[in-house]
């Protein structure tokens, strides 16, 4: 028997030629081979999540692998209808049904089948019209391959019309329409012009010496205080050791400091989120913006490399670098919660995205020092400080260029026994407190911020 090894060389040791007919032979084997395609080959779901909120609701399909989708939506009644290629039915898929909640203000119900070989449909019943954003997010962090359906009102809602009817004090006629006319007339938080009172405007004068009462009677002003939860929805921010996330335990504080500013004659609180779900950094700004903000305070309770560091800090913006290592990280860090919360880049007004983030202005700046200043010496008396100065970095939250902006970091959550006192409801007050009390300081040192312009 020949040596298989040997078989294919001449008695001299040199490789024989290759035939013609050898070589049709492999080729035709070759051509023989079954050839799999990329669709053929089923993804696989991880996991399914929806984020409902009265200014969205998002629908979420983790993936181990990329998969293309198509979608069209139906009037009469209204639906939206999302093919899903190489797609196959899977338990975790099945779970996307329950996941409804009966106060969705978009979704009604939703239907999961498997319309065809390889490709799985998916019907949600919608409660109104919709304008929908479709698209896939790479692997970053926790997550792996993610499909977003976005679902959006087919008539953007307005952050400021939002707000206004939510305040309890619109009285009159038509109250909308008369602060809508303040607004025209120049008034910068758009809003109703009450008596900004001795207690916030200065403390320390009885009534009796505040000079021109009656004349400031006409020129004061609520003012509007943005508070901005960090994350949210599928972004959980941070996560400590004790499974607690920061997007949780950042929203309870900022609703506990919006009752309590919503609490103080002459100021009134606005959130960026009132719930779990996603904003983008660009998008808090605008809200901010849109609602005539007089100060944006971003809540946050980060992680560090070191379980040990703690501490609360508070930070501006830097318009020439970050003022310690902890900062530059943190920014960075905070920098991409675009990416790990999801934003849809096609959908970005590119213009608009880099005028807001671009822009800033050394008042912005320095107007932002002063209320740091104020929040980190009540910060003080609640647990400790990072750090005993005001800190500056990139935040790009913080780029708002007409508003003064800080961003506070209550705790750190990934130091165990910070994690605590950020779950704890006795801290969390003890937080919201420390924020009015300095907010409050604040404007009673520049109560030329509550006039009519």
Same mark, same amino acid.
């Not at 028997?1 to 001449?10: F, L, N, P, Q, S």
């Not at 293309?68 to 009644?77: D, G, M, R, S, Y």
């Given at each position: ?10 008695p ?15 080729a035709?084997a ?21 984020w ?13 692998s ?21 797609l196959?039915m ?52 926790d997550?792996q ?15 400021l ?15 909308l329409a ?6 025209g007339?120049?008034?910068p938080?758009?809003?109703? $012009?009450? %008596?900004?009172?001795? #207690? ?6 009885p009534? /009796?010496?505040?000079? +021109?009462?009656? *004349?400031r009677?006409?020129?004061q002003r609520?003012?509007?205080i943005?508070?901005?939860?960090g ?14 996330y ?16 919503d ?9 960026t ?10 998008v ?12 944006f305070i ?13 501490? $609360?800090? %508070?930070?501006?913006? #830097? ?7 902890? /900062?530059?990280?943190? +920014?960075?860090? *905070? ?14 007004n590119?213009?608009v995205?880099?005028?807001l ?18 929040l ?12 005993p ?6 935040f ?6 007409d508003?003064?902006s ?5 705790a750190?959550i990934s ?10 409801a ?10 009015? #009390? ?11 911020? +509550?006039?009519?312009?």
């Open positions: 028997m020949v040596d298989d090894a040997k078989r294919d060389v001449t001299t040791g040199q490789p024989q030629p290759v035939s013609r007919r050898q070589l049709l032979a492999a035709s070759l051509i023989c081979l079954p050839v799999i395609p990329r669709l053929a080959m089923a993804s696989t779901v991880l996991a399914v999540r929806t409902p909120a009265a200014e969205y609701t998002r629908v979420t399909l983790e993936l181990d990329e998969l293309k989708a198509e979608h069209f939506t139906l009037e009469n009644p209204h639906r939206m209808v999302v093919d899903i290629e190489g196959r899977n338990d975790a898929l099945q779970k996307l049904v329950a996941n409804v909640k009966a106060d969705d203000p978009y979704i009604q119900s939703l239907r999961v089948g498997q319309n065809r070989p390889n490709v799985v449909r998916i019907v949600i019943d919608l409660k109104q019209a919709i304008a929908p954003q479709v698209f896939t997010l790479k692997p970053i962090g997550y391959y993610r499909l977003v359906l976005d679902l959006y009102p087919l008539i953007a809602q307005d952050p019309m939002a707000f206004l009817k939510q305040q309890p004090d619109l009285s009159g006629d038509d109250p008369r602060i809508l006319e303040e607004i007339q120049g008034n938080a758009g809003l109703p $012009s009450p %008596v900004v009172p001795p #207690s916030i405007v200065s403390p320390a004068k009534a /009796a010496q505040l000079p +021109a009462i009656a *004349e009677k006409r020129r609520t003012v509007t943005a508070i901005d939860a994350h949210g929805g599928e972004d959980p921010g941070a996560v400590g050791k004790g499974g607690t920061e997007k949780d335990v950042v929203l309870a504080i900022a609703k506990r400091l919006k009752a309590k500013i609490a103080t004659p002459g100021m009134r609180g606005y959130l989120r009132d719930g779990d779900y996603f904003v983008p950094l660009r808090r700004v605008e809200k901010a913006r849109r609602v005539k903000a007089d100060l971003s809540i946050h309770a980060d992680a560090f490399v070191r379980p040990t560091a703690g501490g $609360s800090s %508070v930070f501006v913006l #830097s318009d020439r670098g970050a003022t310690s290592t902890t /900062a530059s990280w943190l +920014a960075k860090k *905070e920098n991409a919660a675009d990416l790990i919360g999801g934003v849809n880049l096609g959908a970005q590119e213009q995205a880099k005028l983030l671009d822009l800033s202005t050394t008042a912005q700046i320095k107007d932002s020092k002063q209320v740091a200043q104020k980190l010496n009540e910060l003080r008396d609640v647990y400790r400080l990072h750090k100065r005001v800190e500056q970095a990139g790009a939250v913080l780029k708002a260029p508003i003064p800080v961003l506070v970091e209550t750190f130091n165990p026994k910070e994690e605590r006192l950020l779950r704890n006795k801290y969390q007050e003890k937080f919201a407190t420390a924020l009015h #009390s300095g907010v409050t300081q604040f404007f009673r040192s520049n109560p030329h911020l +509550a006039e009519v312009s």
